[in-house]
């Protein structure tokens, strides 16, 4: 992942935790303790995706909290419920084969979007591991937040 670029406009803590992330080697940052005012402590696992830019060609790095699927994983293309879809999603979108580092472990995957029963049940896992997902689907203006599913290439 060396010609890989970290994702521009990241807020300061995801580029805090991108890089603890990357200097362990995965080792330190593939649990993530996220602190918020007035609630508890949360901890939840985080990989990081790199995406091929549909536009420019390059390759970037995004940290995102992940869950599993099967034999992969899944994200969640929350944008934090901004109204439009986050830059990586349009990126798998063009092309849905990816690089994920989870923990120690680094491989490619396919990238594809959850539908139906399968979209159903892992938001319901998601948002059971990150519960402020509910509050940004509110927040999306009716945009249906997107549920991803990384399915490792062997």
Not at 62 to 70: H, M, V
Not at 73 to 84: H, R, W
Not at 109 to 134: D, H, I, K, N, S
Request: hydrophobic residues 35%; proline residues 8%.
């Amino acid at each position: 992942m060396t010609e890989t670029k970290l994702a521009p406009n990241l807020p300061q803590w995801m580029k805090d935790h991108t890089d603890r992330y990357l200097s362990s080697g995965g080792t330190d940052g593939h649990m993530y303790t996220i602190s918020r005012a007035g609630m508890p402590d949360m901890t939840v696992p985080s990989l990081l995706l790199t995406t091929t830019g549909r536009k420019s060609g390059e390759k970037y790095l995004f940290p995102l909290f992940y869950g599993q699927a099967g034999g992969g994983y899944f994200v969640i293309a929350s944008k934090g419920g901004a109204p439009e879809h986050p830059g990586w999603y349009r990126n798998i979108l063009a092309n849905p084969t990816v690089e994920i580092q989870v923990g120690t472990a680094t491989m490619q995957a396919q990238a594809r979007t959850a539908t139906g029963e399968e979209r159903a049940r892992l938001w319901e896992q998601a948002v059971g591991m990150f519960p402020p997902y509910a509050d940004y689907q509110i927040k999306s203006q009716g945009r249906e937040i997107p549920v991803v599913v990384l399915d490792p290439v062997t």
